[in-house]
T-cell receptor, first 117, second 114 residues
Framework: SQQGEEDPQALSIQEGENATMNCSYK?????LQWYRQNSGRGLVHLIL?????REKHSGRLRVTLDTSKKSSSLLITASRAADTASYFC?????????????????FGKGTKLSVKP | GAGVSQSPSNKVTEKGKDVELRCDPI?????LYWYRQSLGQGLEFLIY????????KSGLPSDRFSAERTGGSVSTLTIQRTQQEDSAVYLC????????????FGPGTRLTVL
């Protein structure tokens, strides 16, 4: 079953603008990850934020996590045409009876970002 | 190789035929995962392996789907008596161990069932 829900489903911006994508999830998590996918093929890991972290940065990427609202956001600053891709959040669920990670990731449907030059 | 590889990259088959999809994980990665992605959708978890065993088969959509992993390395996903709704991109990923930070994905196999 799908855990994450991203919004918006599609986002179109001009080069140089910032892009913000949001993700909501349903259960307790071990961590939340963001992935990027070009042309419907392999995914590339962008950033991981653990359940006890609130914000993380990597280059032009900034991720926030609010576990009380079960939501996360991905901000891409100073976007470039090469950032055009689909972006997915994925949650690594925390299994209470196991006391650890479920292992497999549960993905949302993604946000399709288009950055126009 | 440095990354996860999958073969074939594309497979077109007729309804009712069996297909085998192959995944070569990154050397040393003990956990291996299969996902599928239908057109315009997110990834749907199918099955994962820790070593050669598959403790979680809950994601397999029907008993026509099976997977195995041998030698803690290569995995094959078999779909028997394919149906048109099986058409999707099948993605394989590996990680150092279950629950480790990052999953590394292969390029996927695009399966089309006519």
């Amino acid at each position: 079953s799908q855990q994450g829900e991203e919004d918006p489903q599609a986002l179109s911006i001009q080069e140089g603008e910032n892009a913000t994508m949001n993700c909501s999830y349903k259960t307790s998590i071990n961590n939340l990850q963001w992935y990027r996918q070009n042309s419907g093929r392999g995914l590339v890991h962008l950033i991981l934020i653990r359940s006890n972290e609130r914000e993380k940065h990597s280059g032009r990427l900034r991720v926030t996590l609010d576990t009380s609202k079960k939501s996360s956001s991905l901000l891409i600053t100073a976007s470039r045409a090469a950032d055009t891709a689909s972006y997915f959040c994925a949650t690594d669920a925390f299994l209470l009876n196991y006391g650890g990670s479920q292992g497999n990731l549960i993905f949302g449907k993604g946000t399709k970002l288009s950055v126009k030059p | 190789g440095a990354g996860v590889s999958q073969s074939p990259s594309n497979k077109v088959t007729e309804k009712g035929k069996d297909v085998e999809l192959r995944c070569d994980p990154i050397s040393g990665h003990t956990a291996l995962y299969w996902y599928r992605q239908s057109l315009g959708q997110g990834l749907e978890f199918l099955i994962y392996f820790q070593g050669n065993s598959a403790p979680d088969k809950s994601g397999l959509p029907s008993d026509r789907f099976s997977a195995e992993r041998t030698g803690g390395s290569v995995s094959t996903l078999t779909i028997q008596r394919t149906q048109q709704e099986d058409s999707a991109v099948y993605l394989c990923a590996s990680s150092l161990f279950r629950g480790s930070n990052e999953q590394f994905f292969g390029p996927g196999t695009r399966l089309t069932v006519l």
